[in-house]
């Protein structure tokens, strides 16, 4: 029996558009709730969100069977945190800060299994085989691991033509609020600046060939038609935190409070 098929990566190299939703809050609940809620994927934040292997692991678990496919972003890219990550059952993830070629080499290698990587082989005592139910896991799983790199500096930019050519990277992510930070803009990625460079760096990536990923950024219609197919939405924090301002506001505001 094969790994099983990651849909998330079959879509994106069709190029089809695929909508997601940031977990933010650590709650296997909220991932539970955003996995059946009409997104692709839901990406669970193991960078900013107070996310660890075991609450990424209960969140795994909560999303099991619904229709959007889990992604984890990693803290850092270090090869025993994607280990670790991979091992508990994630077929697509994602790494930060990623600014050359060679740490595009380093986290395609960190993913696989030998030949083709370095990954720590235990898929006899792992969920990500169902604990050797999928018998032939070890040998097909490199094909269904989608890797999503994050371009979010001046330096990666410099170098997004060799990252992108990186056998085995499958989707760049521009994260757009550590580049404007980066290029001088700090908490204002809408800046002509910022915008002409997302839109230089976009053009880059499906010039090679690769998906493009991005948060936010503007009106979704408007990343479509610039080539954005990975495109993340918006955050369960952010949802829940308007919604709940905004009720508490809306009644002050009805009682002359």
């Not at 829940?240 to 409070?257: H, N, S």
Request: a negative charge; glycine letters at 10%.
């Amino acid at each position: 029996m094969p790994a099983p098929k990651n849909k998330l990566k079959a879509a994106l190299a069709a190029g089809e558009m695929q909508i997601g939703l940031w977990l933010a809050t650590g709650q296997p609940l909220m991932a539970e709730i955003g996995a059946t809620a009409g997104y692709d994927w839901c990406l669970i934040d193991g960078e900013h969100a107070p996310n660890d292997i075991p609450m990424i692991l209960a969140q795994l678990q909560a999303m099991n069977g619904a229709g959007a496919a889990p992604v984890v972003r990693v803290p850092i890219g270090q090869d025993w945190v994607l280990k670790q990550v991979l091992d508990i059952g994630a077929q697509t993830v994602m790494v930060p800060m990623v600014e050359t070629a060679e740490d595009a080499e380093s986290m395609v290698r960190a993913v696989r299994y030998p030949p083709d990587g370095a990954r720590g082989l235990a898929a006899s005592m792992v969920r990500a085989s169902n604990y050797n139910a999928i018998t032939d896991y070890a040998t097909t799983a490199n094909d269904e691991i989608c890797l999503i790199v994050q371009v979010e500096s001046a330096r990666a930019i410099e170098n997004i033509d060799t990252i992108t050519a990186v056998e085995g990277v499958d989707v760049v992510f521009i994260g757009p609020s550590d580049l404007s930070a980066d290029m001088g803009f700090i908490g204002n990625a809408g800046t002509p600046e910022v915008k002409a460079t997302v839109k230089h760096a976009v053009q880059r990536i499906r010039a090679a060939g690769k998906a493009v990923g991005i948060i936010g950024g503007g009106d979704c219609v408007e990343m479509r038609d610039l080539g954005v197919t990975f495109l993340g939405l918006s955050a369960d924090v952010s949802l829940y935190t308007a919604a709940v301002r905004g009720l508490a506001k809306d009644a002050r505001e009805r009682l002359g409070m």
